[in-house]
């Protein structure tokens, strides 16, 4: 276990998580090198070692550093994701540490959205006899049954995994022909990926949900996809280093190569097996993937940083929360969202879009709130995972591409690591062979092919952010797509892509590069006003008739469900 020996704890802290302190990678590397054993934590220490606690290792897709290229190469190769450390908006875990410094702010914030609801509710009843509306709540819990089996059957179809990678790249029989380190282990990999994607999604499309059915079990099967993709892609990779590994030893016992420098790349292949306690592929086991399966996290890892136990009233404190928030969210939905929708053809796209600014806002609040600060610190207390840094402080960004590390930072390091480093290394070696072959090709490529020699010429972190956005922008117009039943001429997919340009623009501007409170503004000042525009938009094509590309009449939630059928 990767924990930390607490001495002279006070008694404020005694239900608080025993983290290890955040260290350097360097000093990571000097302790798991040497074996040494981590040291006794006193309260003083720690209280002086908090104050360290936002310096950890830079984001990987992070082109901000001020570090020189190839130094900031060596930390991206080595990046080491996951460290002991809380959640920044936490104030649970804030007041165990014995810091109450936002406690007074969150006990402000949720005061003050009490308050409205209750005014809010109070004017729903003024006018309609009753308290709350009902109608989302019918459309919401209907086949919830069927849902909860369904979800049940697709979270349990992932642990074929485990039998694939024991059986097929380190099993005792695998096949000769499926070596982890040939390109086609990796196409076998990525068709059984898309039939596992594609059977998923047929199911859901023959289940004849509604629409807030289907967008979940839509999220919630990409979810599970990517843990998929990262559990074999990883396990393929170590696969290989062991097989490399096995075949060093072997030369070395043949003595067919015994030097220094095969020595050093043997204790390199240890240190990635093994990175702490646990060895790969002992920990290729059912009970593995079923913990990695329920930590919040999308990047598989053979070892995660843990706490010593399990702190039942912080669960219940974020079960409580959980519920709290979806009442709030299901009030301002069903109070503030739907009627302005439903009233859509009349008051028109524009005005709408400008009545929901204000509840679409305060939704995306809570579904960060719910997501980040509830269930996922619930998920992590119960697995005892020690990585609470599910975002970063995403208030203070200044363009999507810094929002997008900031904000979802397990889908951030899934894209990192399986996305954005791969296409990185791929196009570094590209450009490589391109040089080197470059005498040979000279007189055969005068002339040239323009687009070619242009994409030669960009620098290989700008490859791979465009590939990571191209590839976000898909998997999402896909999710929306499957989870509405109909294709709305790509309307998400280009609105992300459309950042891409607006990214290097923003940075060069020498007048707009250096105003970061403007570039602030003007970044939520376009959240603000562009998503309950993009909510009307699609919106208004499930809605529109086919026939005259307008609306005949107005609508409701059971409207929307046939619509989107």
Not at 183 to 193: F, H, K, N, W
Not at 271 to 297: I, W
Not at 371 to 390: K, P, Q
Request: overall charge positive; glycine content about 4%.
């Amino acid at each position: 276990m990767f924990v930390t020996q607490v001495a002279d704890e006070p008694p404020s802290s005694r239900n608080s998580p025993r983290l290890r302190p955040q260290f350097t990678r360097n000093e990571i590397e000097e302790r798991l090198t040497s074996g040494s054993s981590p040291p006794v934590f006193t309260p003083s220490l720690r209280r002086s070692l908090r104050k360290d606690r936002e310096n950890t290792i830079p984001d990987t897709l992070d082109n901000n550093t001020s570090t020189s290229p190839s130094k900031q190469d060596d930390k991206q190769k080595g990046q080491i994701f996951f460290l002991p450390r809380t959640s920044i908006l936490d104030y649970t875990e804030l007041m165990y540490q014995g810091s109450d410094r936002i406690r007074g702010l969150m006990t402000c914030f949720w005061t003050i959205i009490g308050a409205y609801l209750v005014s809010l509710l109070l004017s729903h009843y003024e006018k309609n006899g009753v308290f709350l509306s009902r109608g989302l709540a019918s459309l919401i819990f209907s086949r919830g049954t069927d849902l909860i089996l369904s979800d049940l059957a697709l979270v349990l179809s992932t642990a074929f995994v485990v039998p694939f990678v024991r059986i097929l790249w380190i099993g005792r029989w695998q096949p000769r022909f499926m070596d982890p380190r040939h390109t086609r282990a990796m196409v076998l990999q990525a068709v059984v990926e898309v039939v596992w994607l594609v059977f998923w999604y047929s199911w859901q499309g023959t289940r004849g949900w509604p629409w807030s059915q289907r967008c979940f079990f839509a999220l919630h099967t990409v979810v599970n996809w990517m843990k998929v993709h990262s559990y074999l892609s990883t396990n393929r990779h170590l696969a290989c280093s062991l097989r490399t590994r096995d075949e060093l030893v072997h030369q070395i016992s043949r003595k067919i190569k015994d030097d220094k420098q095969t020595q050093e790349r043997i204790q390199a292949l240890d240190a990635e097996l093994s990175p702490y306690t646990a060895r790969f592929p002992e920990t290729q086991t059912l009970a593995n993937y079923a913990m990695f399966q329920l930590c919040p996290v999308l990047v598989y890892e053979v070892e995660y940083p843990r706490t010593t136990h399990i702190r039942w009233g912080y669960v219940a404190e974020k079960m409580a929360g959980t519920v709290g928030i979806f009442a709030v969210f299901y009030i301002i939905v069903a109070h503030l969202m739907i009627p302005h929708l439903e009233r859509m053809p009349e008051s028109g796209v524009l005005l709408t879009t400008v009545h929901l600014m204000g509840p679409m806002a305060t939704c995306w609040l809570l579904f960060f709130f719910i997501t980040f600060d509830s269930i996922a610190n619930g998920f992590a207390e119960l697995t005892r995972f020690a990585d609470r840094r599910f975002y970063d402080d995403w208030w203070n960004v200044r363009g999507l591409d810094e929002f997008s590390r900031k904000w979802n930072r397990p889908v951030h390091l899934f894209l990192a690591r399986h996305i954005y480093m791969p296409v990185r290394e791929y196009w570094k070696s590209s450009d490589v062979l391109g040089k080197s072959q470059g005498k040979e090709r000279k007189n055969n490529d005068k002339g040239g092919n323009i687009v070619r020699r242009m994409l030669k010429t960009m620098p290989a972190s700008t490859v791979a952010m465009a590939a990571t956005f191209l590839f976000s922008s898909v998997l999402h117009e896909v999710t929306v797509v499957v989870a509405c039943h109909r294709w709305n001429y790509g309307m998400f997919f280009f609105s992300q892509m459309m950042q891409i340009p607006l990214i290097p623009l923003a940075n060069h501007i020498p007048w707009f590069k250096d105003q970061q409170a403007l570039r602030n503004w003007a970044f939520w000042l376009s959240m603000v006003f562009f998503q309950p525009l993009l909510l009307c938009l699609y919106t208004y094509s499930a809605f529109a008739p086919k026939e005259g590309g307008v609306y005949s009449s107005t609508f409701n939630v059971t409207d929307f469900d046939s619509c989107c059928a």
